[in-house]
T-cell receptor, first 113, second 109 residues
Framework: EAQVTQNPRYLITVTGKKLTVTCSQN?????MSWYRQDPGLGLRQIYY???????DKGDVPEGYKVSRKEKRNFPLILESPSPNQTSLYFC????????????FGPGTRLTVT | AQRVTQPEKLLSVFKGAPVELKCNYS??????LFWYVQYSRQRLQLLLR?????SIKGFTADLNKGETSFHLKKPFAQEEDSAMYYC???????????WGLGTSLAVNP
């Protein structure tokens, strides 16, 4: 089944403890992206990747890192999480084409205390 | 500035009534627009895109460049249409999507 998977789905952690949220897609998509969703602010892009070893900042990259060593994986790294990074995180991927569709993962709900 | 505006945070209709979810955009180029839907406890998924001019689950959306709008319409709402709906604009810049804040549609029996 074509899909985007994220792990973990739920995570409660403490300020400053490094964490990684994994994202994997099995559709051979070049494009991958991370979003965070907050009440009243909608979906905001954190980082995106056009292909392996090609990443760039989105609208709210501060406090986050990403890497794209393989086409299928695009982990999101929080080196020193803070409470303002408490949010719902979505990974998405997309293929080629002038009018493309983004496929979303199920979301990771992160709470930083 | 590129922007997508969904003026209604919440829209409540009765089953069988027509529904229109508004989306306005600001973009200087030729826009590509999408509607995404998120049902309760499910992931966000594409509902329809303007370029394909299709009807999905009875929903249609027409791009009106004069009014810079891409409203989502359905003539007879069903309870299973209750969900969060997001309008998105392809900014043409490295595939970045500009998202509206979403409209929560509640279809009451």
């Amino acid at each position: 089944e074509a899909q985007v998977t994220q792990n973990p789905r739920y995570l409660i952690t403490v300020t400053g403890k490094k964490l990684t949220v994994t994202c994997s897609q099995n559709m051979n998509h070049e494009y991958m992206s991370w979003y965070r969703q907050d009440p009243g602010l909608g979906l905001r892009q954190i980082y995106y990747s056009m292909n392996v070893e090609v990443t760039d900042k989105g609208d709210v990259p501060e406090g986050y890192k990403v890497s794209r060593k393989e086409k299928r994986n695009f982990p999101l790294i929080l080196e020193s999480p803070s409470p303002n990074q408490t949010s719902l995180y979505f990974c998405a991927s997309g293929g080629q084409g002038s009018s493309y569709e983004q496929y979303f993962g199920p979301g990771t709900r992160l709470t930083v205390t | 500035a590129q922007r997508v505006t969904q003026p209604e945070k919440l829209l409540s209709v009765f089953k069988g009534a027509p529904v229109e979810l508004k989306c306005n955009y600001s973009y200087s180029g030729s826009p590509e627009l999408f509607w995404y839907v998120q049902y309760s406890r499910q992931r966000l998924q594409l509902l329809l895109r303007h370029i394909s001019r299709e009807s999905i689950k009875g929903f249609t959306a027409d791009l009106n460049k004069g009014e810079t709008s891409f409203h989502l319409k359905k003539p007879f709402a069903q309870e299973e249409d209750s969900a969060m709906y997001y309008c998105a604009l392809d900014a043409g810049n490295n595939r970045k999507l500009i998202w509206g804040l979403g409209t929560s549609l509640a279809v009451n029996p």
